[in-house]
């Protein structure tokens, strides 16, 4: 079955505790990014990957890093979360001539 | 700035009535627009695309309308189902490299 899997779902944590979001697709896709979803702002770009080794930034990407050492996988790294970054992020890969997103299930992250 | 708007954060409509969803974007170099619809606790899923060298798009109940000169895209449920109620973003991209989302809408189909 064709999925975005990313973990965790849910995560509470506290401000300064650098975390690691994984996410991986087993559809063989090049592009691949990560999204997160605010009341009234929708879905907002923070970072996308063209392919292996090839990041850039999105809309929102202060407070964020990724990588892209795999074709398969796009962890979205918190170096040091603040508040403002509670908030449910997606992450999503297309095909380079695909015609269509494929989302993940999405992660609950809340900073305290 | 936001390229692509959504201006109606939520419609109510009565089963078995149309719903129309409205979207408007800024940038004409977009060259293609989908519609996901997202059910709470889930990621948004794929509903219906369409072409800028089309103007209508089917598929089933759902029909995507593209006004390019007003820069305007809708989205039509008909007939409008309870099960159809959900958030639905539109979104917008050119040549794939990036996908811009609106807000969203959040339908209600009421039985």
């Known amino acids: 079955e064709a999925q975005v899997t990313q973990n965790p779902r849910y995560l509470i944590t506290v401000t300064g505790k650098k975390l690691t979001v994984t996410c991986s697709q087993n559809m063989n896709h090049e592009y691949m990014s990560w999204y997160r979803q605010d009341p009234g702002l929708g879905l907002r770009q923070i970072y996308y990957?063209?392919?292996?080794?090839?990041?850039d930034k999105g809309d929102v990407p202060e407070g964020y890093k990724v990588s892209r050492k795999e074709k398969r996988n796009f962890p979205l790294i918190l170096e040091s979360p603040s508040p403002n970054q509670t908030s449910l992020y997606f992450c999503a890969s297309s095909s380079s001539s695909g015609n269509t997103i494929y989302f993940g299930e999405g992660s609950w992250l809340t900073v305290v | 700035d936001q390229q692509v708007k959504q201006n109606s954060p939520s419609l109510s409509v009565q089963e078995g009535r149309i719903s129309i969803l409205n979207c408007d974007y800024t940038?004409?170099?977009?060259?293609?627009f989908l519609w996901y619809k997202k059910y709470p606790a889930e990621g948004p899923t794929f509903l219906i695309s369409?072409?800028?060298?089309?103007d209508k798009n089917e598929d089933g109940r759902f029909t995507v309308f593209l006004n390019k000169s007003a820069k305007h895209l809708s989205l039509h449920i008909v007939p409008s189902q309870p099960g159809d109620s959900a958030v639905y973003f539109c979104?917008?991209?050119?040549?794939?490299?990036?996908?811009?989302f609106g807000s969203g809408t959040k339908l209600n189909v009421k039985p």
């Open positions: 990957s063209m392919n292996v080794e090839v990041t």
């Open positions: 369409i072409s800028s060298i089309k």
């Open positions: 940038n004409s170099m977009f060259d293609y």
């Open positions: 979104a917008a991209s050119y040549n794939f490299n990036k996908f811009y």
